[in-house]
């Protein structure tokens, strides 16, 4: 199996960054995690990011001690943290990016220790709700006793993504100075002033549903897993797998190797078993579900459904059509998360008056106009881009190319079926682990927080929008679109 078993759209170009990668070997210094149960939960979720950067990381160095405790993806119970790690890795790319002891050697060190110690490339830590990243070490104190994972969640990603940048090259934008950020408030600045929220761990999450399984759905459930709710029911729906090559295991999860051309869901089910979550899967859409007979299902949730009532929804979705079947359920609130190449965003939808809803600009798709739209691209370039654009893409090559040059094309022309199941594909865009963790995070952030006795405290400004390229975090309202088939319903 080849290194794009594990994905390769990360590789994919993208403005701001170089087009090839030159592979780091990685070096995390740890130290001793006994007990620093936020540093178990970043270096968990940083080593389970970089494992999948394939092209980008070319071995990860670790230099850990102390027992890991905390639940990791693929269930490992508590253990030798090094072991743990290296486990990990093993399980989520089969060995093409390993975890092995320092070696001297390594091009980039990442510090998490949050000791005065120098020599590193990139410092980085999180707790509670807040996360910072630096080229020095952290001039801040910082307390050890937190549980919570949603400060460290975010330290990870924005560790593996200055990874990518010094790995890609930056042509736009910054690598990481003193920069935090807070997931209660929204905002970033200086850790000493920003605000940190109340403990996660121990708190009842009320019953709800989880569309879409994928990257920033299972970075979700992840987060939600590693939380340690008191109590929680998650009705998870997807109808997808994770496909045969494998174009997004890179991003998700709690998905190992194994998991190929498995459905998503059931990596969902076996991380809700490691991890204590409560809840059932459902693998069709959302559509299916509605019509289906639910066995298993909380009894709120029963007694909601039954009044046709769906109160509380995370869209993990990136279909325009599936985000409209959702606010087409008319839920009281949406908790959404999303990337758009190096961007991650979070959205509450139904909290703030006059905000978009879910259905205001996720126009549904129209896969006719796109397709017409990629032919005529194609009709335009010239025949040797014509060829290198579809070569190895289309079952009779010479015919596709014969069609498109074609002044007056013929229904059922020779090329013509090629050409169209060329043009309808949806072309794989840019994404990389550490913004889909990033969107999770957020998103699960937000989940917390209107669902929070305290949320009344936060100026709860509905979008946070994260970019990695020049590390800004900031909070915003999208008004609503006029004409919202759902917002003007009265």
Request: with cysteine; proline share 4%; charged share 20%.
């Given at each position: 199996?080849?290194?794009?078993?594990?994905?390769?759209?990360?590789?994919?170009?993208?403005?701001?960054?170089?087009?090839?990668?030159?592979?780091?070997?990685?070096?995390?210094?740890?130290?001793?995690?006994?007990?620093?149960?936020?540093?178990?939960?970043?270096?968990?979720?940083?080593?389970?990011?970089?494992?999948?950067?394939?092209?980008?990381?070319?071995?990860?160095?670790?230099?850990?001690?102390?027992?890991?405790?905390?639940?990791?993806?693929?269930?490992?119970?508590?253990?030798?943290?090094?072991?743990?790690?290296?486990?990990?890795?093993?399980?989520?790319?089969?060995?093409?990016?390993?975890?092995?002891?320092?070696?001297?050697?390594?091009?980039?060190?990442?510090?998490?220790?949050?000791?005065?110690?120098?020599?590193?490339?990139?410092?980085?830590?999180?707790?509670?709700?807040?996360?910072?990243?630096?080229?020095?070490?952290?001039?801040?104190?910082?307390?050890?006793?937190?549980?919570?994972?949603?400060?460290p969640y975010l330290a990870a990603a924005?560790?593996?993504?200055?990874?990518?940048?010094?790995?890609?090259?930056?042509?736009?934008?910054?690598?990481?100075?003193?920069?935090?950020?807070?997931?209660?408030?929204?905002?970033?600045?200086?850790?000493?002033?920003?605000?940190?929220?109340?403990?996660?761990?121990?708190?009842?999450?009320?019953?709800?549903?989880?569309?879409?399984?994928?990257?920033?759905?299972?970075?979700?459930?992840?987060?939600?897993?590693?939380?340690?709710?008191?109590?929680?029911?998650?009705?998870?729906?997807?109808?997808?797998?994770?496909?045969?090559?494998?174009?997004?295991?890179?991003?998700?999860?709690?998905?190992?190797?194994?998991?190929?051309?498995?459905?998503?869901?059931?990596?969902?089910?076996?991380y809700r078993t490691f991890s204590g979550?409560?809840?059932?899967?459902?693998?069709?859409?959302?559509?299916?579900?509605?019509?289906?007979?639910?066995?298993?299902?909380?009894?709120?949730?029963?007694?909601?459904?039954?009044?046709?009532?769906?109160?509380?929804?995370?869209?993990?979705?990136?279909?325009?059509?599936?985000?409209?079947?959702?606010?087409?359920?008319?839920?009281?609130?949406?908790?959404?998360?999303?990337?758009?190449?190096?961007?991650?965003?979070?959205?509450?939808?139904?909290?703030?008056?006059?905000?978009?809803?879910?259905?205001?600009?996720?126009?549904?798709?129209?896969?006719?106009?796109?397709?017409?739209?990629?032919?005529?691209?194609?009709?335009?370039?010239?025949?040797?881009?014509?060829?290198?654009?579809?070569?190895?893409?289309?079952?009779?090559?010479?015919?596709?190319?014969?069609?498109?040059?074609?002044?007056?094309?013929?229904?059922?022309?020779?090329?013509?079926?090629?050409?169209?199941?060329?043009?309808?594909?949806?072309?794989?865009?840019?994404?990389?682990?550490?913004?889909?963790?990033?969107?999770?995070?957020?998103?699960?952030?937000?989940?917390?927080?209107?669902?929070?006795?305290?949320?009344?405290?936060?100026?709860?400004?509905?979008?946070?929008?994260?970019?990695?390229?020049?590390?800004?975090?900031?909070?915003?309202?999208?008004?609503?679109?006029?004409?919202?088939?759902?917002?003007?319903?009265?």
């Open positions: 199996m080849s290194d794009l078993a594990l994905g390769d759209r990360h590789s994919r170009p993208l403005d701001g960054l170089g087009d090839i990668a030159s592979p780091k070997t990685i070096l995390i210094r740890a130290g001793d995690v006994s007990g620093a149960v936020n540093r178990q939960h970043l270096l968990v979720c940083l080593v389970n990011l970089l494992a999948r950067l394939h092209g980008v990381v070319g071995s990860i160095r670790v230099a850990v001690e102390g027992e890991m405790t905390v639940v990791t993806p693929n269930g490992a119970g508590p253990a030798n943290a090094f072991q743990a790690v290296e486990n990990l890795a093993s399980w989520a790319n089969g060995g093409r990016i390993p975890v092995l002891p320092p070696d001297g050697l390594e091009d980039l060190t990442i510090d998490m220790t949050g000791q005065m110690h120098g020599g590193a490339s990139i410092y980085v830590w999180g707790e509670g709700w807040k996360a910072w990243i630096g080229s020095a070490p952290r001039a801040f104190s910082g307390s050890f006793g937190r549980r919570d994972c949603l400060g924005l560790a593996a993504g200055e990874v990518f940048k010094h790995a890609k090259g930056l042509k736009k934008g910054r690598f990481a100075r003193d920069d935090a950020y807070s997931l209660w408030s929204g905002e970033s600045g200086r850790w000493e002033v920003l605000d940190d929220g109340p403990a996660v761990s121990d708190t009842h999450l009320p019953p709800l549903y989880v569309v879409g399984a994928g990257a920033v759905g299972q970075g979700i459930i992840q987060v939600l897993g590693a939380s340690e709710l008191a109590s929680s029911f998650l009705v998870t729906i997807d109808h997808d797998r994770h496909d045969l090559e494998g174009t997004n295991l890179n991003r998700c999860f709690l998905a190992g190797l194994d998991d190929l051309a498995r459905p998503k869901v059931e990596a969902v089910e076996r979550l409560g809840g059932l899967e459902h693998s069709g859409t959302l559509r299916d579900y509605i019509l289906s007979s639910r066995s298993g299902l909380h009894p709120q949730l029963v007694l909601a459904e039954a009044r046709d009532s769906y109160d509380l929804v995370i869209s993990a979705v990136d279909i325009n059509t599936s985000r409209q079947d959702i606010q087409g359920l008319c839920p009281r609130v949406v908790v959404g998360g999303s990337t758009d190449g190096l961007r991650a965003q979070a959205v509450i939808y139904g909290l703030v008056g006059q905000a978009e809803c879910l259905g205001c600009w996720n126009d549904p798709d129209d896969r006719k106009a796109k397709a017409a739209a990629r032919e005529a691209t194609l009709r335009g370039m010239s025949p040797e881009e014509r060829r290198k654009e579809l070569a190895g893409q289309v079952e009779n090559l010479d015919a596709a190319l014969s069609y498109l040059a074609s002044v007056e094309p013929k229904c059922g022309q020779l090329g013509e079926s090629d050409v169209k199941s060329f043009v309808d594909r949806v072309p794989p865009e840019f994404s990389a682990s550490f913004v889909s963790m990033a969107a999770a995070t957020m998103a699960a952030a937000s989940l917390f927080r209107v669902t929070s006795e305290l949320a009344l405290e936060v100026d709860l400004q509905p979008k946070t929008i994260l970019q990695f390229k020049n590390l800004s975090m900031a909070k915003t309202v999208t008004a609503r679109r006029s004409g919202c088939p759902h917002c003007s319903v009265v």
